[in-house]
Nanobody, 119 residues
């Protein structure tokens, strides 16, 4: 069983920054990939950023150049640095990790942390 706990959300003015953290209950070195997703009211959950085992990253188009995903293997943690925040970034942000099993990749999700960006 894998548990993920997000923190760092809050209220910030447009143009401001936040740093989200995700604490994972196991070593992250064996996790296939992990990332951040977000879901705004009335919208589908969307990829924000992902990081693969080899360290490569992937970002949603709307956050490229503004957000940075990182991990700290020693702390079993993952981070999302969010800069130049916009009101449209307002959403619940979820930490995700996928583990490889014989039958395929299985996702695990945190409970989410609210990010609200005011105009």
């Amino acid at each position: 069983q894998v548990q993920l706990v997000e923190s760092g959300g809050g209220l910030v003015q447009s143009g401001g920054s936040l740093r989200l953290s995700c604490a994972i209950s196991r070593s992250i070195v064996s996790i296939n990939d992990m990332g951040w997703y977000r879901q705004a009211p009335g919208k589908e959950r969307e990829l924000v950023a992902a990081i693969i085992r080899d360290g490569s990253t992937n970002y949603g188009d709307s956050v490229k150049g503004r957000f940075t995903i990182a991990r700290d293997n020693a702390k079993n943690s993952m981070y999302l640095q969010m800069n130049s925040l916009k009101p449209e970034d307002t959403a619940v942000y979820y930490c995700n990790a996928r583990l490889q099993y014989d039958y395929g990749l299985v996702p695990y999700w945190g409970q989410g942390t609210q990010v609200t960006v005011s105009s």
